[in-house]
């Protein structure tokens, strides 16, 4: 395997996470990449916590075995329920989701009131909500599962009325915690293939402008300035990447809509 600047391994509970090396692929070029989608498992989403922190400790130790010098965690699901133990795990700093989330959503906040959707794990954790008030101890945060836009943008029904429909749904309960929401995390790897619908329809709902932030690319940001912008500096591209995924099963279908080419291979594995 070719070596670039440095080896970053990305994990996600299936394919979500390309969106994460969609991002990180335009911001840092010279990197190479191992991404392992833990298809077998999917969905994390609506699992306890303790399964989670299990499956994305055995993630991260396939990562670590394959010489990686950054861990990064792209499911949300991962990041808000397993952090702690994936760093106490690792011997190479582990950069989740949440926390760059939260310091993008501050810094396009104008009235610090911000709404976070995620999965039933990521919303029930808690971690969105504390992760923005360690920053801003005055900003209002509140949150909202929705646990059918992961299917619904597997599907590709991203753009519809029925997506509008289920948008809707969850936005309304949302914005009846606060109808002065001026920000909206999008909490979930999956969201941001809906964000065009998201946005439509929080901003109907709001009768104002809302910033929408998106985990994928604030993670790709983290990772940037962990390497103190010496990827652009160093290869301008041709950074290598390469898939790994516990199960096959509609992973040509799936794949190409997050990463938004066609992926070279994945090679199957068992973690
Ligand atoms: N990757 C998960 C997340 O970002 C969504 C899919 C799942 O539930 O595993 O939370």
Redesign the pocket.
């Known amino acids: 395997m070719h070596l670039g600047d440095a080896r970053i391994g990305v994990f996600?509970?299936?394919v979500?996470?390309l969106t994460v090396v969609r991002a990180l692929r335009s911001a840092l070029p010279g990197h190479d990449i191992i991404y392992l989608g833990d298809t077998a498992r999917?969905?994390?989403?609506?699992k306890s916590p303790r399964t989670v922190e299990r499956y994305s400790l055995a993630c991260q130790r396939f990562l670590l075995d394959h010489a990686v010098d950054l861990v990064l965690v792209?499911?949300?699901?991962?990041s808000a329920t397993a952090l702690p133990a994936l760093r106490e795990a690792s011997a190479v700093p582990v950069i989740g989701v949440v926390e760059p989330g939260a310091e993008s959503a501050l810094r396009v906040s104008r009235h610090r009131r911000i709404g976070v959707i995620?999965?039933l794990?990521?919303v029930g954790s808690g971690a969105y909500p504390r992760a923005i008030r360690a920053l801003a101890p005055d900003s209002v945060v509140v949150a909202e599962a929705c646990p059918l836009l992961?299917p619904l943008a597997e599907e590709g029904w991203t753009d519809d009325d029925i997506a509008r429909a289920v948008a809707h749904r969850y936005l309304s309960r949302l914005f009846a915690q606060d109808p002065g929401l001026d920000t909206l995390v999008l909490?979930?790897?999956?969201y941001p293939l809906l964000r065009a619908v998201l946005a439509e329809i929080a901003e109907a709902l709001a009768g104002h402008p809302i910033a929408v932030v998106d985990s994928a690319t604030a993670l790709a940001v983290a990772a940037d300035a962990h390497f103190g912008g010496s990827a652009r500096s160093g290869r301008a591209g041709g950074g290598s990447l390469h898939c790994f995924a516990t199960d096959t099963s509609r992973l040509e279908e799936l794949a190409p809509r997050f990463l938004g080419e066609r992926p070279a291979s994945f090679a199957l594995v068992d973690i």
Request: with cysteine.
């Open positions: 996600d509970s299936g979500g996470g999917v969905p994390y989403g609506t792209a499911c949300n699901t991962a995620g999965t794990a990521t992961v909490g979930c790897t999956h």
